[in-house]
């Protein structure tokens, strides 16, 4: 069966500080991949998806970027964190049939101070 | 601009109503309309897919409509139970890109 790991699952981190998240899938190939964030008390916001290796596209100008060095690793990173970074990520994967249903990770919440 | 509505307002209900939610979309054309839980500090889980053609779709105690006409999708939850209590999210395409409502919050009194 599909699994999909995120980590870590918690830090605080001061601002202008870096950051890397990880998420892995299993059990599938080729998977779609993506980011969301969301904000204390607002909807999911697309970050970055991903239909392949290499294959990165970007919803909105912010301070982070996203990086799929394997099939089913996906890595959102920064180079220096702002307080507007904080929030819950969300790692997610679908496989291309059209429907696009969405498993989600466990998620990490960032604080940045 | 591409919008989607739900309920504004968290939805309180006694054990054993029918909790009804609301999503609403404006400039989508969606081939299908999914619905989502989330309970806090976790991930969504999915939980049904609507496609166009299709007016109602059910799953155990769940129900959802889909009119393309009013732009509008409806999730029931029948014989509603505390363990209902969770946010609800709505979400559309276009594919690669599934978009999200800001979800409404549904607590079941017991």
């Known amino acids: 069966s599909q699994t999909i790991h995120q980590w870590p699952a918690t830090l605080v981190q001061p601002v202008g500080s870096p950051l890397s998240l990880e998420c892995t899938v299993e059990g599938t190939s080729n998977p779609n991949l993506y980011w969301y964030r969301q904000a204390a008390g607002r909807g999911l916001q697309l970050l970055f998806y991903?239909?392949?290796?290499?294959?990165i596209s970007s919803e909105v100008p912010q301070n982070l970027s996203a990086s799929r060095p394997q099939d089913r690793q996906f890595i959102l990173s920064s180079k220096k964190l702002l307080l507007s970074d904080s929030g819950f990520y969300l790692c997610?994967?679908?496989?291309?049939?059209?429907?696009?249903?969405?498993?989600f990770g466990a998620g990490s919440r960032l604080t940045v101070l | 601009s591409q919008k989607i509505e739900q309920n504004s307002e968290a939805l309180n209900i006694q054990e054993g109503k029918t909790a009804t939610l609301t999503c609403n979309y404006t400039?989508?054309?969606?081939?299908?309309l999914q619905w989502y839980r989330q309970d806090p500090g976790r991930g969504p889980v999915f939980l049904l897919l609507i496609r166009e053609n299709e007016k109602e779709k059910r799953k155990e105690r769940l129900k959802v409509t889909f009119d393309t006409t009013l732009k509008q999708s409806l999730f029931h939850i029948t014989a509603s139970q505390p363990a209902d209590s969770a946010t609800y999210l709505c979400?559309?395409?276009?594919?690669?890109?599934?978009?999200f409502g800001a979800g409404t919050t549904v607590t079941v009194r017991a």
């Open positions: 991903s239909v392949g290796i290499g294959q």
């Open positions: 997610a994967w679908s496989v291309g049939d059209g429907a696009n249903v969405l498993t």
């Open positions: 979400a559309l395409e276009p594919p690669y890109k599934l978009s």
């Open positions: 400039n989508y054309s969606p081939a299908y």
